[in-house]
Structures are given as C-alpha cells and as structure tokens.
C-alpha cells in the first residue's frame, strides 16, 4: 500500500516564522548569528554570575552578593530583547541548552570553592569578553545597515561596560588570598 503524502500547513512550517524586513536575507543572517551567540553568552554569563552570586562567602558577602545579583538580573533582562531582535530579522533564535552551550563563548566554572577574587576576577574578564564580542557584533549590524540592532547593543554595551568597571573596582578590595 503506498502512503499519500499529506500537504503541510503552511503555519507549520519553518517558511512560517519568516518576518517580514527590509533588509537582505544574507544580511538579517548574518546579524541574527552574532546576535545569537550575544544571547547564548548572556545566558551562560547569567547563570555563571548566579552561580558565584549563591556561592560567595568572606567579610565582603553581602556587598559582593547583593552586586552580583543586581548583575545578573541587568545581563537577564538582555536576553529577550536580543532574541526577539533576531525574530524581527526573520531568523529562528536559540531552541534550546544544548544550543546555548554549542554557541556560548563563556567558559563553566565548576569549581567546589572560588574565592571571592577569584569569582570577581573571572565575571571581570567574561564582561571584558562580553563587551569585545558585542563591539563585533555591532560593527556587522552597520556593515549590513541594521540599526535597529545596534542601537540595542549599545544600550547593552554601555551596561556591560558598567558591570566591569564595578568588578574591577569590588576586586581591587579582595585580596587574592580569598578574602
């Protein structure tokens, strides 16, 4: 018996999420592909800075702790309006945690222990990272001229920059013995 094929609803399939824009397919990829490894970093950096956030300890806990989550939830509210900007280019958006970590550029931390300094030092350099990888996004938004794109991202990076001025400066007061 030969099976029939059943024709696709067209709200089924991929052709589906294409939004309408302005701008080149090869273009609105070419975006959509930086800004969503920006997406998988800030959740992997939010994760990581929750992480440290529950697991800081030391003279200095609750202005570390208070810090890293008033961070954590500023590198949060990033990633909506990042991955519903590549919606608005008409490219599909991250699916899932294996995707995070196939496109994530911020290394785990899984450590038992990490010192105050530690914790600070490395959230320091993610966020030194995280701005680098943002001014590179950024420069393919105006090479594609999507400035609707870059505008968001340098809201983004002037937050980013923000963060790792206040890391640097919390970390001048740790000592790398710990505390």
């Known amino acids: 018996m030969q099976k029939t094929k059943t024709p696709m609803n067209p709200d089924t399939e991929r052709?589906?999420?294409?939004?309408p824009t302005d701008l080149e397919k090869q273009s609105t990829m070419k975006i959509a592909a930086e800004v969503n490894k920006l997406v998988a970093d800030a959740l992997a950096l939010y994760l990581k800075t929750k992480n440290f956030h529950?697991?800081?300890?030391?003279?200095?806990?609750?202005?570390?702790?208070?810090?890293?989550?008033?961070?954590?939830?500023?590198?949060?509210?990033?990633?909506?309006?990042?991955?519903?900007?590549?919606?608005?280019?008409?490219?599909?958006?991250?699916?899932?945690i294996g995707h995070i970590a196939k496109l994530s550029?911020?290394?785990?931390?899984?450590e038992e222990f990490v010192s105050p300094y530690e914790m600070l030092?490395?959230?320091?350099?993610?966020?030194?990272?995280?701005?680098?990888?943002?001014?590179?996004?950024?420069?393919?938004?105006?090479?594609?001229?999507d400035i609707a794109t870059a505008s968001l991202l340098e809201t983004f990076l002037d937050e980013t920059e923000k963060r790792t001025w206040f890391l640097f400066e919390a970390a001048r007061g740790a000592g790398p013995g710990g505390h």
């Not at 003279?59 to 500023?74: C, G, K, N, V």
């Not at 550029?105 to 899984?110: E, P, Y």
């Open 121 to 145: 030092s490395e959230l320091l350099e993610d966020n030194k990272s995280m701005a680098e990888s943002m001014r590179s996004a950024h420069k393919v938004c105006d090479d594609n001229e």
């Open 15 to 19: 052709s589906a999420l294409n939004t």
């Open 105 to 110: 550029r911020v290394k785990d931390n899984n």
């Open 54 to 96: 529950w697991h800081m300890s030391g003279p200095h806990f609750r202005d570390y702790h208070l810090l890293l989550d008033e961070q954590a939830t500023q590198i949060y509210a990033t990633v909506d309006p990042l991955a519903e900007r590549v919606r608005k280019l008409g490219q599909p958006t991250l699916r899932s």
